[in-house]
């Protein structure tokens, strides 16, 4: 008698408890053992085979991005020549090989491979806002050689029509030296009272180690840089599922929670923060880019290194580490170090190098986390085989994670009923 009324206390005071008990596992999406491409036309199939523009094997996507609609978005940067396009959808027709790619806004779009940099020449990632809109970065680069300068570019994911475009000025990158990967976005007056007219765009430079910030309502964009977005030598070489390589890559992954930026160089255990307010007041940066040293802080260091990273609205940071392959989830509320990294259920054979991640809401409500996993490590050593799966979006629901911390923690701390 006693205990059951206990127990009703407690799950009236911790309705999550009940979900925590059932873990969530990851889901295949979808999957590929090489990229599969659409084209509008057999023709113009034809011709990108016999230009060198289609070369399959060359094509490894590194961003997913799902949006409400069903519809999910794939970047595929031109590392090389053979990419017929580098920002795409993925179609519901199906090849042996996995589903069937289309270009998007449309081939036209995507089909210049740098001789018009109008077009888009080399998606990276893309950032998708409450606003309906979709952030493309595009590095302008194919294959190490620069063809543009990097722009940014704004699709209104309504109308499927670019809204926006900002080209980078040559101040900011340096030409065949830089390569500007990942933009995060923070709209400051978001939907449904605000009219998405105020936002901020971070993107990193991950080979001249920087950080780019664009502010919209200047219509500018100014440079950082801080020794935190340097590789560190000695954990430059990666071992992932066997495999080691060496990959001396800076700034690489970012998250915000709206008040500071998260980042960590990808050759790197450690991950760093700085105020936004600190990187959206331009006049900082007026004299010099390495400046406000003392606003950059380390965070903590994890048990290996991750690439991609995201944050979800608990403030949760999610990243995989390469050895052992693990999700983790480092809450804000506890120390970040290797005793609070938590280790989430999570299939290791699903989850190579995921150079991807984004935190979505999907249909039901809940938080998803979503993952591009490319197995990169087997394209760093030559080992890649067309015979397996080598390419997998998924997804994974993270309700069973999600505490708020405040009643959780004072709850589970003190422990009154025993
Ligand atoms: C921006 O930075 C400048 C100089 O570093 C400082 O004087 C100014 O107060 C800052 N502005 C805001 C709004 O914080």
Same mark, same amino acid.
């Given at each position: 008698?006693?205990?059951?009324?206990?127990?009703?206390?407690?799950?009236?005071?911790?309705?999550? *408890?009940?979900?925590?008990?059932?873990?969530?596992?990851?889901?295949?999406?979808?999957?590929?053992?090489? !990229?599969?491409?659409?084209?509008?036309?057999?023709?113009?199939?034809?011709?990108? !085979? *016999?230009?060198?523009?289609? /070369?399959?094997?060359?094509?490894?996507?590194?961003?997913?991005?799902?949006?409400?609609?069903?519809?999910?978005?794939?970047?595929?940067?031109?590392?090389?020549? =053979?990419?017929?396009?580098?920002?795409?959808?993925?179609?519901?027709?199906? @090849? $042996?090989?996995?589903?069937?790619?289309?270009?998007?806004?449309?081939?036209?779009?995507?089909?210049?491979?740098?001789? @018009? %940099?109008?077009?888009?020449?080399?998606?990276?990632?893309?950032?998708?806002?409450?606003?309906?809109?979709?952030?493309?970065?595009?590095?302008?680069?194919?294959?190490?050689?620069?063809?543009?300068?990097?722009?940014?570019?704004?699709?209104?994911?309504?109308? @499927?029509?670019?809204?926006?475009?900002?080209?980078?000025?040559?101040?900011?990158?340096?030409?065949?030296?830089?390569?500007?990967?990942?933009?995060? /976005?923070?709209?400051?007056?978001?939907?449904? &009272?605000?009219?998405?007219?105020?936002?901020? /765009?971070?993107?990193?430079?991950?080979?001249?180690?920087?950080? +780019?910030?664009?502010?919209?309502?200047?219509?500018?964009?100014?440079? /950082?840089?801080?020794?935190?977005?340097?590789?560190?030598?000695?954990? =430059?070489?990666?071992?992932?599922?066997?495999?080691?390589?060496?990959?001396?890559? =800076?700034?690489?992954?970012?998250?915000?929670?709206?008040?500071?930026?998260?980042?960590?160089?990808?050759?790197?255990?450690?991950?760093?923060?700085?105020?936004?307010? $600190? !990187?959206?007041?331009?006049?900082?940066?007026?004299?010099?880019?390495?400046?406000?040293?003392?606003?950059?802080?380390?965070?903590?260091?994890?048990?290996?290194?991750?690439?991609?990273?995201?944050?979800?609205?608990?403030?949760?940071?999610? %990243?995989?580490?390469?050895?052992?392959?693990?999700?983790?989830?480092?809450?804000?509320?506890?120390?970040?170090? +290797?005793?609070?990294?938590?280790?989430?259920? *999570?299939?290791?054979?699903?989850?190579?190098?995921?150079?991807?991640?984004?935190?979505?809401?999907?249909?039901? =409500?809940?938080?998803? !986390?979503?993952?591009?996993?490319?197995?990169?490590? &087997?394209?760093?050593?030559?080992?890649?085989?067309?015979?397996?799966?080598?390419?997998?979006?998924?997804?994974?629901?993270?309700?069973?994670?999600?505490?708020?911390?405040?009643?959780?923690? @004072?709850?589970?701390?003190?422990?009154?009923?025993?």
């Amino acid at each position: 008698m006693r205990t059951n009324i206990f127990m009703l206390l407690l799950l009236a005071l911790m309705p999550h *408890a009940l979900m925590s008990l059932k873990q969530r596992d990851l889901e295949t999406v979808y999957q590929w053992r090489q !990229l599969v491409f659409g084209f509008p036309t057999e023709n113009d199939r034809r011709l990108a !085979l *016999a230009n060198g523009n289609l /070369v399959p094997g060359n094509a490894v996507p590194i961003d997913v991005a799902p949006h409400r609609k069903s519809r999910v978005f794939v970047t595929i940067p031109r590392f090389q020549t =053979g990419i017929p396009y580098s920002l795409a959808l993925v179609s519901d027709q199906r @090849d $042996v090989n996995g589903p069937i790619l289309q270009p998007y806004p449309s081939y036209e779009w995507n089909n210049a491979h740098g001789t @018009d %940099c109008d077009k888009i020449t080399s998606a990276f990632r893309v950032a998708i806002t409450a606003c309906n809109q979709m952030f493309v970065i595009d590095s302008g680069n194919i294959g190490g050689y620069q063809h543009c300068p990097p722009q940014l570019l704004v699709f209104d994911l309504n109308t @499927d029509t670019l809204i926006q475009r900002y080209r980078f000025d040559s101040d900011l990158y340096l030409s065949d030296g830089s390569l500007f990967i990942t933009p995060i /976005v923070v709209v400051q007056d978001p939907p449904p &009272k605000g009219s998405c007219q105020r936002l901020h /765009v971070y993107i990193a430079d991950v080979n001249n180690h920087g950080l +780019v910030i664009y502010d919209s309502k200047l219509n500018t964009a100014w440079r /950082v840089e801080n020794k935190f977005m340097y590789p560190d030598p000695d954990h =430059g070489t990666h071992t992932i599922a066997g495999d080691t390589f060496t990959l001396m890559d =800076g700034i690489f992954g970012l998250a915000t929670d709206g008040r500071q930026l998260y980042f960590h160089p990808l050759a790197s255990l450690s991950e760093y923060a700085v105020p936004l307010s $600190v !990187l959206n007041n331009r006049t900082n940066f007026l004299n010099g880019v390495a400046v406000r040293e003392d606003q950059f802080r380390l965070v903590g260091r994890r048990s290996s290194q991750c690439a991609a990273q995201a944050m979800d609205s608990y403030k949760n940071l999610y %990243c995989v580490t390469f050895n052992p392959i693990t999700l983790t989830r480092w809450s804000s509320t506890k120390p970040y170090d +290797v005793k609070h990294e938590n280790r989430m259920s *999570a299939d290791p054979h699903l989850l190579e190098f995921v150079s991807g991640m984004k935190v979505f809401r999907g249909s039901s =409500g809940k938080e998803e !986390l979503w993952m591009m996993s490319n197995r990169y490590q &087997k394209v760093a050593t030559g080992t890649l085989s067309d015979g397996e799966i080598n390419y997998r979006v998924v997804r994974r629901v993270l309700d069973d994670v999600q505490h708020p911390p405040s009643t959780h923690q @004072d709850l589970s701390s003190g422990l009154i009923f025993t």
